[in-house]
């Protein structure tokens, strides 16, 4: 007879500190609940990250992380293409691009120096498909996820685990606010583009990023994981 595998267990996260960068807006909320509820210690930090020092700043005041949420958002621009200017497009790399090296720059050598440690990027779906007047915001969050790729492919060998999930269509305050998502237009939208027919959970997100965060997941660096209900999948 064949030898049976062992079921995988549960994405438990119990004794493991995480950190969570923006932790008040957008997913945050979410996050430190299910990420708790999974058994990390979540450290939430609700700053944004926008200066060169605020990275290294929040690293150090955490202590020693397991595993760091990069989750950095910004109202998305609805901006015409020629009519994105130079503070628009500087302010939007400013929060959600600049900060990612410094993070792992601080991060990095208690990391190497014990044989691992996790970086999940909270990123976007609208770097995987053209939206009208979102140049600025889709150009920010193609960068998350090229370096994500470029740094996951680099660190993975020594343990370091670098990934991304690449939201659309999630439900959060953020950007898809209840005054949103009760108008007609938007539900005949869903309706539309989203094969799922609705919008994914922030539960069922936050408990997928517990699952990347665990020892379930170790296998996976340098990847970008769609999470859209179908919207991303052409």
Not at 100 to 111: D, I, Q
Not at 160 to 186: K, R
Request: aromatic share 6%; with cysteine; hydrophobic share 50%.
């Amino acid at each position: 007879m064949a030898r049976m595998t062992p079921p995988l267990a549960p994405a438990r996260l119990d004794g493991r500190r995480v950190l969570l960068t923006q932790s008040e807006v957008f997913m945050g909320p979410v996050l430190r609940e299910v990420l708790a509820r999974q058994g990390a210690e979540v450290i939430a930090d609700p700053r944004a990250l926008d200066t060169p020092d605020a990275a290294a700043a929040v690293v150090a005041e955490a202590g020693p992380i397991d595993a760091l949420v990069a989750h950095l958002a910004v109202p998305a621009p609805t901006t015409p293409v020629d009519a994105v200017d130079e503070a628009e497009w500087r302010a939007v790399f400013a929060h959600m691009v600049d900060p990612l090296p410094r993070l792992l720059r601080a991060v990095l050598p208690a990391w190497r120096a014990r044989g691992g440690g996790c970086f999940l990027v909270m990123g976007s779906a609208s770097a995987l498909r053209g939206i009208k007047r979102t140049s600025s915001y889709a150009a920010a969050r193609g960068a998350q996820l090229a370096w994500v790729q470029a740094a996951g492919a680099e660190l993975g060998a020594s343990g370091v685990q670098v990934n991304a999930i690449a939201q659309n269509f999630v439900d959060n305050p953020t950007y898809f606010p209840a005054s949103l998502q009760a108008l007609p237009a938007f539900q005949a939208r869903l309706a539309r583009e989203v094969p799922l027919g609705r919008l994914v959970t922030g539960e069922e997100d936050a408990a997928f990023a517990a699952y990347l965060l665990s020892d379930a997941a170790a296998c996976f660096v340098g990847q970008v994981f769609p999470l859209s209900g179908g919207w991303a999948v052409r």
